[in-house]
C-alpha cells in the first residue's frame, strides 16, 4: 500500500493531468460528482497539511523573521500584481478576470514544499512561508480581490473570510490539534497524506474541468497562456528578489517556488461559493493547479542541479 502511496504522490502532476484530460473530452466521466464536492474536499487537504505541521516549523519565523518577511511581501506582492497586469493585458472578460485574480491572491500552495524539498531549496523557509500566508489569507486575500477586481465584480470580503477560516483555517488547527493528542494515529497515517492529498487535488481538477468542459471550448487556449505566464513569471521573479537581495541559492530557491505557486484549489473553492454569477471564475484555478505541478517537477529539477552546483562551489 506504501508503494501505491509513493507512486501516487511521485507521479501526482501526470495523474493530475491525465485526470485533467480525461474530464475536457468525457465530461460525462465527473456526473457522479457534484461542484459542491470542492471545497469539503479542499477542508480534507488543509486538514492533512494540519497533521503534518510541527513546532518547530514555525521556529524559522522567529529565528529568520527577514527572510520570511522578504518572502511573504515578495508573495503579496508579486502574484496579485502579475494576474492584475495579465487580466488588464490580455483584456480578459471579467468571470475570467476575477478567476485570475483569485489565484494571484491566494496563499502558497502545500505542494510548493514538496517541491522545494526536490529542488535542494531551503525547506524550513518554504514551510514557514506557507504557514504565515495561509494564517494571513482568512484577512489578505479578501482585501486584496477586493481592491484588484471591485470595480468589476461584486466581491463579498467578509463571506470570503469566514469561507478561508472555515475551508483552511479551521481543518489545519483541527489537524494539528488531532496530532498532538493522538500521535500514534497521526504518525501511522501520515506515510499517506501525500498520495491522499494528491488524489483530493486531482479530484477537484477533474471535477472543475468536467462541469466547465463547454465554457472551456471557448477560451482554453487564452486562459492557459495566461495561467502558464502567471506562474512562470511568480518563479522567475521570486528569484530575482532572493538575489537581488544577496540570498543564498537555497533560500532563492524556496521564495521562487513559494511564490509562483499558488493554493488554487483555495481559489477555484472561493470562485464555486462567492461567484456563482460568473461560472468561468472557477477555471483559472484548475488549470493552475494542472499546470504549476508540471512546471515546479521541471524547475525542481533545474534548481535542484543549480544548488547541487553551488554546494560544491562553497565547499571549495
Request: aromatic content about 8%; glycine content about 8%.
Given at each position: 500500500?506504501?508503494?501505491?502511496?509513493?507512486?501516487?504522490?511521485?507521479?501526482?502532476?501526470?495523474?493530475?493531468?491525465?485526470?485533467?484530460?480525461?474530464?475536457?473530452?468525457?465530461?460525462?466521466?465527473?456526473?457522479?460528482?457534484?461542484?459542491?464536492?470542492?471545497?469539503?474536499?479542499?477542508?480534507?487537504?488543509?486538514?492533512?497539511?494540519?497533521?503534518?505541521?510541527?513546532?518547530?516549523?514555525?521556529?524559522?519565523?522567529?529565528?529568520?523573521?527577514?527572510?520570511?518577511?522578504?518572502?511573504?511581501?515578495?508573495?503579496?506582492?508579486?502574484?496579485?500584481?502579475?494576474?492584475?497586469?495579465?487580466?488588464?493585458?490580455?483584456?480578459?472578460?471579467?468571470?475570467?478576470?476575477?478567476?485570475?485574480?483569485?489565484?494571484?491572491?491566494?496563499?502558497?500552495?502545500?505542494?510548493?514544499?514538496?517541491?522545494?524539498?526536490?529542488?535542494?531549496?531551503?525547506?524550513?523557509?518554504?514551510?514557514?512561508?506557507?504557514?504565515?500566508?495561509?494564517?494571513?489569507?482568512?484577512?489578505?486575500?479578501?482585501?486584496?480581490?477586493?481592491?484588484?477586481?471591485?470595480?468589476?465584480?461584486?466581491?463579498?470580503?467578509?463571506?470570503?473570510?469566514?469561507?478561508?477560516?472555515?475551508?483552511?483555517?479551521?481543518?489545519?488547527?483541527?489537524?494539528?490539534?488531532?496530532?498532538?493528542?493522538?500521535?500514534?494515529?497521526?504518525?501511522?497515517?501520515?506515510?499517506?497524506?501525500?498520495?491522499?492529498?494528491?488524489?483530493?487535488?486531482?479530484?477537484?481538477v477533474f471535477i472543475i474541468i468536467g462541469k466547465n468542459s463547454d465554457k472551456l471550448q471557448h477560451c482554453g487556449l487564452l486562459?492557459?497562456?495566461?495561467?502558464?505566464?502567471?506562474?512562470?513569471?511568480?518563479?522567475?521573479?521570486?528569484?530575482?528578489?532572493?538575489?537581488?537581495?544577496?540570498?543564498?541559492?537555497?533560500?532563492?530557491?524556496?521564495?521562487?517556488?513559494?511564490?509562483?505557486?499558488?493554493?488554487?484549489?483555495?481559489?477555484?473553492?472561493?470562485?464555486?461559493?462567492?461567484?456563482?454569477?460568473?461560472?468561468?471564475?472557477?477555471?483559472?484555478?484548475?488549470?493552475?493547479?494542472?499546470?504549476?505541478?508540471?512546471?515546479?517537477?521541471?524547475?525542481?529539477?533545474?534548481?535542484?542541479?543549480?544548488?547541487?552546483?553551488?554546494?560544491?562551489?562553497?565547499?571549495?
Amino acid at each position: 500500500m506504501k508503494q501505491v502511496c509513493s507512486f501516487i504522490a511521485k507521479w501526482m502532476g501526470a495523474i493530475v493531468l491525465l485526470l485533467a484530460i480525461a474530464a475536457y473530452l468525457r465530461p460525462s466521466l465527473t456526473d457522479i460528482f457534484e461542484a459542491g464536492w470542492i471545497t469539503p474536499l479542499l477542508g480534507v487537504i488543509m486538514f492533512g497539511m494540519g497533521l503534518t505541521l510541527e513546532a518547530d516549523d514555525f521556529k524559522v519565523v522567529f529565528s529568520h523573521p527577514k527572510d520570511i518577511v522578504i518572502g511573504c511581501i515578495a508573495q503579496l506582492a508579486i502574484m496579485p500584481g502579475i494576474a492584475w497586469s495579465l487580466a488588464h493585458l490580455f483584456n480578459l472578460p471579467p468571470e475570467l478576470a476575477i478567476g485570475v485574480i483569485l489565484v494571484g491572491c491566494c496563499p502558497g500552495g502545500t505542494a510548493s514544499n514538496l517541491v522545494t524539498y526536490l529542488a535542494k531549496g531551503d525547506v524550513a523557509l518554504s514551510v514557514g512561508m506557507t504557514g504565515c500566508s495561509t494564517l494571513l489569507a482568512p484577512i489578505l486575500t479578501p482585501f486584496l480581490v477586493l481592491q484588484l477586481a471591485g470595480k468589476s465584480v461584486e466581491v463579498e470580503a467578509l463571506g470570503m473570510l469566514l469561507s478561508i477560516l472555515e475551508v483552511v483555517i479551521v481543518p489545519i488547527v483541527a489537524g494539528f490539534l488531532v496530532k498532538h493528542f493522538f500521535p500514534n494515529f497521526t504518525q501511522r497515517a501520515v506515510s499517506y497524506l501525500p498520495a491522499f492529498s494528491s488524489l483530493s487535488i486531482a479530484t477537484i481538477v477533474f471535477i472543475i474541468i468536467g462541469k466547465n468542459s463547454d465554457k472551456l471550448q471557448h477560451c482554453g487556449l487564452l486562459i492557459i497562456a495566461v495561467v502558464a505566464l502567471h506562474n512562470l513569471l511568480g518563479l522567475l521573479l521570486g528569484f530575482c528578489v532572493g538575489k537581488l537581495l544577496g540570498l543564498k541559492s537555497k533560500k532563492c530557491t524556496a521564495i521562487s517556488i513559494e511564490v509562483g505557486m499558488q493554493n488554487s484549489g483555495l481559489a477555484s473553492s472561493l470562485a464555486n461559493l462567492h461567484f456563482a454569477a460568473y461560472p468561468l471564475a472557477v477555471i483559472p484555478g484548475a488549470i493552475f493547479s494542472v499546470w504549476h505541478n508540471l512546471s515546479g517537477a521541471l524547475v525542481a529539477k533545474i534548481y535542484a542541479a543549480m544548488n547541487e552546483k553551488a554546494a560544491h562551489t562553497d565547499s571549495l
